[in-house]
């Protein structure tokens, strides 16, 4: 079977983290503009989350689309399956049948009704059990369960009489070689009724005749041979059918058991698989069966494909270029089953790997539009106007507009190379980003702690922190109550060892740290309290990524040395099933 063409064969995703921020979703658009710009085709900015005020203020901004959204990229049995197969319906011949498996050079031929339903499969094994002569039980080998009207088309044979062509009924073969006094004896004797006999016969007169006196239900006379008009006036008279075959008796006998229905050998068990499933869910159901392949079928029942054994050995299409992260927990869904083929990131080593070697920069400065807006820069090749300034924004906003700790020297250098080229100057630009709208005034509490939030793993442990940026703590205050509810709410969702939440204040550059989770991990805090055992004031912290992870980490490694960590919620579902 010829593959399936697959839309997304020649496409790569270039693609920021879950819960994306302005630097992922600007990193994504700037990577794949970059790759346009050196003349590799098929890059696509996509992004695994919604956007939010400032990302759509940005976006306005510069008249940039969103990146396409991915939810998950596992491998679909759509995306491998053999579509526009061959089917046979449930009253074919195995003539039919084997023609098409012949033709199409099939293991598995699906048997479909009008309705494209699958009723059951044919396999050349199945049908060799109906061609396989079992000595031990002759009445069956002389059995044809057919028409007169298939067996005709099976022989490609001339008839010369025929009685109730399309009836399918039960036929046995004989052979009229003998005497004609033996030639009836070995019917009766085997129990076959007159009515249901086909008498296969060459120039023989007397045999002809005999049959037809005898009532049988056709004479399939050889060799192309025709009759004479009175064995046909006696037939027609008796109600006898009359065929002329091309072939020898031998082969008129191969041939006419050829012109049997296959609803004996229609394998009734068959594996069939949703073409939506995940690959990495059927792949150990596929390989335990015993049948070549499964049927694909959609959820109306039709057959839409075949899924075979070897369909599921072929590479995996999807191609990513992670940007703005490198840890498979903040990866898009089912980034672990596609294969990665870049990544561009500035923020710590998570716990990745690789089955090929890949292009990995990753460079410890404010944001991945740096990085980007560098490799640019770089190969002498400049950005339009509005992709440069797309990365003037995510470079602004990760860095709070070079104020932030993560922020180098590059980023400063780079940022004033951007605004030359989109003539935008950075501090109007800057206020424009961070007056888009207080992410805690524009949401439920539920998505407030969502909006931006990762989780990690360290000692065994995951965790989640969030991040949200406001001018001033005072919109933080007046909804902390709700707030921290719905941390509590992320945290059991999440089966999280503790879930944070920094509310950092652009202003003065200070947070404020809410912790839901472990009590024992939450007196380890040397942070001053604000209020309960919950909230800390956290003064000239802004960075998540630089100076609370790090510091969260440090904690958590004490804990461990000492003992007393807290008990792991549940082990990293990524972790178990890596290749
Ligand atoms: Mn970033």
Redesign the pocket.
Known sequence: MPPAANPAANITYVIGHKNP?A??ICSALAYAAFKEARGETGYVAARCGNSNARIDTILARFQQPLPVYLSDVAPRVRDLMAAHVVSVAPNATCAEALELIDRHDIRLLPVTDADRHVVGTISLPHLGGLFIPRLSEPRHLRQVNSSLAYIVRALKATALHLIDADRIDEYFIRVGAMDVGTFWKISERENIPAGQSLIIVGDRRDIQARAITLGVRALIITGGLGVDDDILRLATHAGVSVISSPWDSATTALGVRTATTIDRVIEKQFASFHPDARIADVRRKISAMSAPAAMVVDDDGALVGVLSKSDILKPVQTRLVLV?HNEMTQAVSGAEDVTITEIID?HRLGSLNTAQPILFINEPVG??CTIIADLFRREGLQPSPAIAGIMMAGLIS?TLHLHGPTTTRKDAILLAWLSEIAGVNSKQLADEIFNSGSVILANPPEKIVRSDFKIYEEEGLRFAVSQVEELGFGNFWQHAKPIADALQGLRDEERLAFAALLVTDINTQNSLLLVKGDAGFIQRISYAHVEQDEIFDLPGIVSRKKQLIPYLTSLLKEMAADGTAPSGRTPAPFAKNRK
Do not use: A, I
Request: aromatic content about 0%.
């Open positions: 921020d630097d992922s703005d500035h944001s991945t990760d």
